[in-house]
């Protein structure tokens, strides 16, 4: 089975710029969720998905912003990049509901986004 | 709202010799806790969950974890580590309640392992 698949896995962006990065769960998984790794904040929640409807959103400005497709894939965007937006990305996805017991999320390799 | 200390950010140990990551964590409600490894270049692989039960939790790798209610702790332990176990190690929690799965990490602790 295959496993998440996160699009691209490297960019570099300008600031001023917007971004759309995307994910791609593991088959049959309906939950889907954003974090943002970086040197200083560590892994930071950003968002949470399940079929379609954000269940939990991390505490990150406006310009941060994401979706969930009915197949299940999810996008997360970034408008008006700053430097300090600079992080990987990861994706993570779960078979169960968020909050259950057997919710064991699964994540990709990440994006890196590089902002110059 | 739940908090995660990994009281050490760099732990060196010599192959085939034990090693014990620490982890407190602080939370108001009841929390399911995780361990996490990532290798450079990689997300996140799950080494093993306590959700409820033996405090004692087996995960891959040979790596073991041990809840410590009344600590609040959660180290994990493997008693002979490789070469190829270097890597970042994440505690991390979750709420039992409030059908999140949202996770909280550690900073993290760098493990190195010498030949």
């Known amino acids: 089975k295959a496993g998440v698949t996160q699009t691209p896995r490297y960019l570099i962006k300008t600031r001023g710029q917007q971004v759309t990065l995307s994910c791609s769960p593991i088959s049959g998984h309906r939950s889907v969720s954003w974090y943002q790794q970086t040197p200083g904040q560590g892994l930071q929640f950003l968002f949470e998905?399940?079929?379609?409807?954000?269940?939990n959103k991390g505490n990150f400005p406006g310009r941060f912003s994401g979706r969930q497709f009915s197949n299940s894939r999810s996008e997360m965007n970034v408008s008006t990049l700053e430097l300090g937006d600079s992080a990987l990305y990861l994706c993570?996805?779960?078979?169960?509901?968020?909050?259950?017991?057997?919710?064991?999320?699964?994540f990709g390799p990440g994006t890196r986004l590089t902002v110059t | 709202a739940q908090s995660v200390t990994q009281l050490d950010s760099q732990v060196p140990v010599f192959e085939e010799a034990p090693v014990e990551l620490r982890c407190n964590y602080s939370?108001?409600?009841?929390?399911?806790l995780f361990w996490y490894v990532q290798y450079p270049n990689q997300g996140l692989q799950l080494l093993l969950k306590y959700l409820s039960g033996s405090t004692l939790v087996k995960g891959i790798n040979g790596f073991e974890a041990e809840f410590n209610k009344s600590q609040t702790s959660f180290h994990l332990r493997k008693p002979s580590v490789h070469i190829s176990d270097t890597a970042e190690y994440f505690c991390a929690v979750s709420s039992v309640s409030g059908n999140t799965g949202k996770l909280i990490f550690g900073q993290g602790t760098t493990l190195q392992v010498k030949p």
């Open positions: 998905y399940f079929s379609e409807t954000q269940r």
């Open positions: 993570a996805s779960s078979l169960a509901p968020p909050g259950t017991g057997t919710y064991e999320q699964y």
């Open positions: 939370s108001s409600v009841s929390v399911y």
